[in-house]
């Protein structure tokens, strides 16, 4: 008895159907699988690391590439606006006298063309015929007429020297219009670079002291430490004098004294002193902002830096500094606070 077959397309079908089914259920699985691993911490977007140190550094010096022309550009403005200003009121002071000379000079030529129009040229030339002696009749028409020429010509001198400095004026003028607009627009930019680079530097590690005096300094812990690193790096240059706590000279424990006293942390004016305020820590362990001590007899201290430098008050002659500490015998380490 023949068995019935199913016609091939349904086998296709069916295969199909179950194929398609299959790949449902495996999506649903990887997607239950992916959630259950995000939940788990176990897929997470890749950390992005914060900058170092040294990319701060390197977006700052950037920044002060564009900033340093900038300064530079808006000093020379200022510089030439100084001087246009200067100039434009040299001027006004020369146009100032001028101004009333010309206007005194006029003033006499209206009087005398009042006068001729109330009274008319024939009245004067007739009180001159009538009056006159024959020899002087001719003198005084000359004086007459030389007297008008003589105040238009004045005053066609004064209003063309006035006239002269009228435009001298106004081109030194536009320019300080044009200058000062450009030294708004660097001003404008030089703030916005300046508030770059202290955004810049707010990014630094809390652990990372910079100032002008002292190299970038790392791995500084205490707040009380980066206070003293900054007070004391901020001294670099002020004199040595003997007994002298600051704030405008200092002697060796008078440096470090003035440093912590700005933490909040009081030091006794005495190398010995400090050195028992201190708490002891070893060279491999010395942090920035630890005292270091020298000699036997303690006689010198100075705050570190790390990577064995200081900065000292060293000695009469000597400005407070920092230098390496390797060039005196190094006692110990102390940590005030």
């Given amino acids: ?83 246009n200003r200067q100039k434009s009121a040299n001027l006004q002071k020369k146009i100032e006298p001028l101004a009333l000379q010309s206007e005194m000079a006029l003033n006499r030529v209206g009087d005398l063309a009042s006068r001729y129009y109330i009274s008319g040229p024939s009245h004067d030339i007739g009180a001159l015929l009538v009056s006159a002696k024959p020899d002087t009749l001719t003198e005084q028409l000359t004086i007459l007429d030389r007297l008008a020429t003589q105040e238009r010509k004045q005053v066609e001198g004064v ?36 508030a770059e680079i202290k955004q810049l530097e707010a990014s630094m590690p809390k652990t990372t002291v910079k100032t002008a005096a002292c190299p970038t300094i790392n791995g500084v812990f205490s707040a009380a430490a980066r206070t003293a690193i900054k007070t004391a790096c901020g001294k670099v240059g002020k004199p040595y004098v003997w007994g002298a706590t600051g704030p405008n000279s200092f002697d060796c424990s008078g440096l470090t004294q003035y440093a912590y006293k700005a933490a909040g942390i009081y030091l006794t004016h005495h190398t010995g002193d400090q050195w028992n305020e201190g708490k002891a820590v070893s060279r491999a362990d010395a942090r920035p ?49």
């Fill in 159 to 194: 209003l063309a020297v006035r006239a002269k400095y009228d435009g001298e004026k106004q081109k030194l003028d536009a320019l300080i219009v044009t200058q000062t607009k450009q030294q708004n627009e660097l001003a404008a930019k030089k703030k916005q670079i300046d």
């Fill in 1 to 83: 008895m023949p068995v019935a077959t199913m016609p091939p397309h349904r086998h296709d079908l069916k295969a199909s159907a179950r194929s398609g089914g299959l790949r449902r259920v495996a999506n649903r699985v990887l997607i239950l699988v992916a959630a259950a691993a995000v939940g788990a911490g176990l897929l997470t977007a890749p950390a992005h690391a914060a900058p170092t140190v040294d990319e701060i550094e390197a977006q700052i010096d950037k920044k002060w590439e564009q900033l340093e022309p900038t300064i530079e550009q808006y000093n020379k403005v200022r510089a030439q606006l100084k001087v």
């Fill in 289 to 337: 902002g630890d005292l270091v001590f020298f000699f036997s007899g303690l006689s010198h201290v100075g705050l570190y830096l790390g990577n064995n430098t200081m900065v000292h008050a060293p000695r009469a002659g000597k400005p407070v500094q920092v230098s390496s500490i390797n060039t005196m015998p190094v006692a110990g380490f102390r940590r005030p606070g």
